[in-house]
């Protein structure tokens, strides 16, 4: 029976590529072959490499790849990440014929340790809110979020092992919850975002999408050019946590509290610590701090597309239009009265001797498309913040997946991603509660 490799999340392909269970051409047809019989449906590739050339260009440097890092192993980036020689037209019309002549860092780093692109996911438009065409893997009627669509839906439905994203508001963490796949965001300024297009300069990450917390630790140590190790780590020490439910910045469906309080428990049954969580004012007041900065810095960042005012969607001209009428005055006390909050909260961390925060990734599961990409509320302050953040897929509803979001602090990205480790290896095991 042919085995399903593309099944297989990245550290275990490497082990089976270093072990000779498989070859490199055996597992790339079995993503390509993957992709034929669902992308139909799903629309995740904005721009996808054609096979034998995936397979020329490994052959071409076999020696090179057979000794690196990835071996030659595909990843795949979203529309709004430049590639040498690749349209990168960031859902929309305006650059639909732009062709860059250099890779972004993140794509630089990730072809030198032996990554092989396989392609470009679907954005929405300057990766806000004007869908592109992108359904989500569960179920074709309903959205995938915004705006990492296309690199949610392409990892959650196994055609490709790893992609990047980028999250200005929720555009990772929340595809992830609804697509039902592992989302990472990094601490502001972990990574590099050379050649990634801007939409708001002050909130601007690179994301990376994968369906193991090990892969995407396996990504950040690359891009950081850090010690690898494919090695599960063992059991960690009690860690002290709080909840935030996000109900006091809009509705939150019940199975999605149900979740989180079930987690909660679990966690205190295991040992860990839960503590009362005092600043969900300041969470409210950063939510709306966030939308006022995002609006101003897009406003001034789209200044060509504003020259093609009508090839811009309505969702991109509204935030437009709220940003030039955002003063200069304000936007500043605004970036002030957000550093005042942060340091209210890292002031909680180290007072409550805190290590995470635990939270719902999205207000609940995907809604119909004919709704939009979904709320973002569940992200922005953590996102203004430049917290590092995780989601993972420890929930369903209605056969939909759901995630649940853990924050830690800042530059503390590994011990975060150590701990969401954790979860995975207990909470989708078949014992959990959360188990499906």
Same mark, same amino acid.
């Given at each position: 029976?042919? #085995? ?8 275990? *392909? ?23 019989? #669902? ?9 996808? &490499? ?5 397979? $020329? ?30 349209? =990168? ?8 014929? %732009? ?21 470009? =996911?679907?954005? =929405? ?48 963490? %929340? ?6 796949? =592992? ?12 050649? &990634?297009?801007? *939409? ?101 960042? *789209? ?16 935030? &437009? %239009? ?13 970036? #002030? ?42 992200? #922005? ?15 369903? $509803? ?8 853990? &924050? ?29």
């Amino acid at each position: 029976m042919k #085995r399903q490799w593309f099944k297989l999340p990245l550290h275990q *392909l490497l082990h089976a590529l270093h072990s000779g269970q498989a070859s490199l051409p055996e597992i790339v047809a079995s993503f390509y072959e993957r992709i034929a019989l #669902r992308d139909d449906k799903i629309g995740a590739w904005q721009y996808l &490499i054609d096979q034998e050339d995936y397979l $020329a260009e490994y052959e071409s440097r076999s020696d090179f790849y057979k000794a690196s890092p990835l071996m030659g192993l595909p990843f795949a980036v979203k529309d709004v990440i430049d590639t040498a020689g690749i349209p =990168t037209s960031m859902g929309s019309a305006i650059h639909q014929d %732009r062709i860059p002549d250099m890779d972004a860092s993140c794509v630089t780093a990730i072809k030198a340790a032996g990554g092989i692109l396989m392609g470009k =996911t679907v954005t =929405t438009e300057f990766a806000y809110f004007q869908a592109g065409k992108t359904n989500n893997p569960h179920d074709a009627e309903r959205t995938p979020g915004g705006s990492s669509s296309g690199s949610a839906a392409a990892v959650a439905d196994f055609m490709v092992p790893v992609a990047f994203g980028t999250q200005t508001a929720a555009s990772v963490i %929340r595809p992830a919850s609804y697509c039902g796949c =592992t989302g990472y965001v990094g601490t502001r300024n972990e990574f590099s975002l050379r050649n &990634i297009q801007p *939409l708001a300069q002050s909130l601007d990450s690179l994301g990376i999408l994968s369906n193991d917390v090990l892969d995407t630790l396996l990504l950040r140590n690359l891009l950081l050019h850090k010690p690898l190790n494919l090695a599960a780590p063992g059991t960690q020490s009690s860690s002290v946590f709080t909840m935030f439910t996000g109900q006091a910045l809009g509705e939150v469906q019940d199975k999605m509290l149900e979740t989180l309080q079930a987690c909660q428990q679990d966690l205190i049954g295991q040992g860990h610590q839960c503590v009362d969580f005092p600043l969900q004012d300041s969470i409210v007041e950063l939510t709306s701090l966030h939308a006022q900065i995002m609006a101003y810095e897009v406003a001034r960042n *789209l200044v060509y597309e504003q020259q093609h005012h009508d090839s811009l969607s309505a969702h991109v001209q509204s935030l &437009i %239009r709220m940003g030039l009428a955002f003063p200069y005055k304000d936007y500043i006390a605004a970036l #002030r009265r957000a550093d005042t909050l942060k340091q209210r909260l890292l002031d909680w961390f180290e007072q409550a001797g805190a290590d995470f925060i635990l939270a719902p990734a999205a207000a609940g599961i995907a809604p119909c498309k004919t709704e939009g990409t979904g709320v973002p509320f569940m992200s #922005r302050a953590w996102q203004l913040l430049g917290l590092p953040v995780v989601s993972l897929p420890l929930g369903y $509803a209605q056969k939909m997946p759901m995630g649940l979001q853990l &924050i830690g602090k800042p530059h503390q990205d590994d011990d975060l991603l150590l701990q969401a480790l954790q979860f995975q290896q207990h909470f989708l095991s078949t014992d959990s509660v959360l188990a499906v």
